[in-house]
């Protein structure tokens, strides 16, 4: 009498590999909010180098206007809003802030002309 030892493991070949594939899930679920907050930070900071710009080409005087406003039209237009538009001569400092399933996400980015520009 010969005994087939397999006879016992029918079936463990699936049972790992839908082990294995519910691990991938689990995992994929946990880092999907990371990846979301990774994506939302370089959204906003975006957002804010963009209203930085918009904002010192205003205080400079390339673009009529305030340049708190047209760093609000620009931060508005990429989906952020402005937390804080602080002016010191031509050089512009925006905080953005957007909320991405509700935490509240910031960047600031500062903008003027350059160097030569001052002199």
Excluded: F, K, Q
């Excluded at 009529?64 to 237009?77: D, I, L, S």
Aim: proline share 3%.
């Amino acid at each position: 009498m010969t005994l087939d030892r397999r006879a016992g493991e029918a079936g463990s070949g699936s049972l790992l590999t839908v082990a294995i594939l519910g691990a991938v899930t689990a995992l994929s679920m946990m880092l999907l909010p990371l990846y979301t907050g990774l994506s939302a930070r370089h959204s906003v900071a975006g957002a804010a180098d963009a209203a930085a710009l918009a904002a010192a080409d205003t205080a400079v005087g390339i673009v009529p206007g305030m340049p708190c406003e047209a760093a609000g039209r620009v931060a508005e237009a990429n989906g952020a809003s402005i937390l804080s538009c602080d002016v010191d001569g031509l050089i512009v400092t925006v905080t953005a802030v957007r909320i991405i399933l509700g935490v509240s996400v910031t960047a600031a980015a500062t903008a003027g002309p350059g160097d030569s520009a001052v002199d």
